[in-house]
Nanobody, 121 residues
Framework: EVQLVESGGGLVQAGGSLRLSCVAS????????IGWFRQAPGKEREGVSC????????YYGDFVKGRFTISRDNAKNTVYLQMNSLKPEDTAVYYC??????????????WGQGTQVTVSS
């Protein structure tokens, strides 16, 4: 059974930091691009970041602007999203995603259940 289990969400004040983790199981982690999407109430889901399966290339949504860093530890089947300088508009449910082909902003094979991030002003 494929699982993507997110953790690390919570409540933080504006300007603060959080580190999200995603632990994967049920597939060959090294063979998949892993990313993060988010969805705020009343808004469409949007891509946050992705790290490739091959050379570790990283990609970020325009709104990130140097505040977030994605990384992966293949030995632990885990991807991290370090989020700094958080803003109230970053409040959303954050989902871990996996795709066997490549990083993209449209389709992923697997999705986690999500973790809530709330940034207070």
């Amino acid at each position: 059974e494929v699982q993507l289990v997110e953790s690390g969400g919570g409540l933080v004040q504006a300007g603060g930091s959080l580190r999200l983790s995603c632990v994967a199981s049920g597939f060959t982690f090294d063979d998949y691009a892993i990313g993060w999407f988010r969805q705020a109430p009343g808004k469409e889901r949007e891509g946050v970041s992705c790290i490739s399966r091959s050379d570790g290339s990283t990609y970020y949504g325009d709104f990130v602007k140097g505040r977030f860093t994605i990384s992966r530890d293949n030995a632990k089947n885990t991807v991290y999203l370090q989020m700094n300088s958080l803003k109230p508009e970053d409040t959303a449910v954050y989902y871990c995603v996996a795709d066997q082909i490549k990083c993209n902003w449209y389709h992923y094979d697997y999705w986690g259940q999500g973790t809530q991030v709330t940034v207070s002003s």
